[in-house]
């Protein structure tokens, strides 16, 4: 499994009050989480943002008169540069889009936000709160982002361990508690949670405000099973020392095979699995541990069942051109080294 990436970011700067924002996107393709920092730096009113789903639907929580919003969309392709953002009230303000790949489809799992954190003037005080990841540790990838108005408080330095910085702001324009600036970094970390530092920055005219959304990777994908009967032979003189033998490739994707030994319906070995299987035929041997060896009754009727598993998500082929069961002085199986065609030849998308 990887984290997911930070592929890209986009600021939005706007400098003229406006009830249309064209918030920069980066033309994402298909399959790209889109997450966007929003800082208006007066009430907006309602907002209509088509296609993206809020996370924080506009918090007025710090002592200015802004509001701040997060939202995200799972890109299909056809969002171009920009997309349309439409609060009721004509407002100046600010945005950071993040474009990550390698997520998981928020259908499945959505990003994940932490409770909001608030502070005055005080320059290099915005410190979002810790978020945790549902489901535990995993490889995520964590946004520390934060906002706050005035003019002058630019945002120049990341929480330590976060990377990627970018900044926006609406300028200059008219005095300074009527624009806002934002900051956003990003890190990929494998934990059940983060809490980012503080970001470097001046200070504000009258507040901030901070977040921290953790983004999900992919879940795990498998191949349909297979299973094959394994040829009769004598019982082995112990118990003892028993492996699968598999030779094995992908034809596409990368992952592992898994695979587990069956007396009948039973699961004899457990679930076993290979190294990262390679794009060339390759000899895996996966040891069955000596007390499931133990419970074997029947060497005459075995079978193995195996299958394809990308631990990061997408899609995985996988070819079999030999399996067999050893065991000490007896080997009993199928082999299908002199045969062109794969033993199995399983998808997973």
């Known amino acids: 499994m990887a984290s997911p990436v930070d592929a890209g970011r986009n600021a939005t700067n706007v400098s003229t009050a406006s009830s249309s924002w064209a918030v920069n996107v980066g033309s994402p393709a298909a399959g790209t989480l889109l997450i966007v920092f929003l800082r208006f730096a007066a009430a907006p009113g309602s907002i209509t943002f088509t296609g993206y789903t809020p996370l924080v639907a506009g918090d007025t929580s710090d002592a200015s008169d802004d509001t701040t919003a997060i939202y995200y969309r799972w890109a299909d392709g056809t969002e171009g540069a920009t ?4 609060p009721t009230n004509s407002v100046k303000g600010c945005a950071i889009c993040w474009r990550i790949t390698g997520a998981a489809n928020p259908a499945t799992q959505a990003p994940e936000v932490s409770a909001v954190a608030v502070g ?13 990841g549902t489901g535990g540790s995993k490889d995520y990838l964590f946004l520390a982002m934060a906002a706050g108005d005035g003019e002058v408080g630019a945002y120049t330095g990341a929480p330590t361990n ?54 999900h990777p992919p879940p795990p994908t498998s191949t349909a099973v297979a299973e094959v009967s394994l040829g009769p032979g004598r019982e082995p003189a112990t118990r003892t020392a028993h492996s699968l033998n598999v030779r094995a490739r992908t034809t596409a994707g990368a992952g592992t095979m898994r695979a587990a030994l069956y007396e009948g319906n039973s699961n004899r070995s457990g679930d076993l699995e290979s190294s990262a299987l390679t794009t060339s035929l390759a000899d895996y041997t996966l040891a069955i541990p000596d007390a499931n060896a133990a419970n074997i009754t029947d060497y005459s009727n075995l079978s193995v069942r195996f299958w394809g598993y990308a631990a990061g998500g997408g899609s995985i082929v996988f070819e079999v051109d030999q399996l067999w069961l050893q065991a000490p002085e007896r080997t009993v199986g199928v082999s299908l080294a002199r045969n062109p065609k794969p033993l199995a030849h399983l998808f997973a998308r």
Request: proline share 3%.
């Open 83 to 86: 997309d349309t953002c439409a």
């Open 162 to 215: 976060y990377t990627n910085l970018q900044a926006a702001n609406s300028g200059t324009g008219s005095t300074a508690a009527t624009n806002c600036i934002a900051g956003g970094a990003s890190r990929q970390l494998t934990a059940a949670s983060d809490d980012p530092g503080a970001f470097t920055h001046g200070a504000h005219t009258t507040g901030w405000t901070a977040y921290t959304v953790v983004v």
């Open 120 to 132: 005055t003037t005080s320059a290099n005080t915005a410190n979002p709160n810790s978020v945790s």
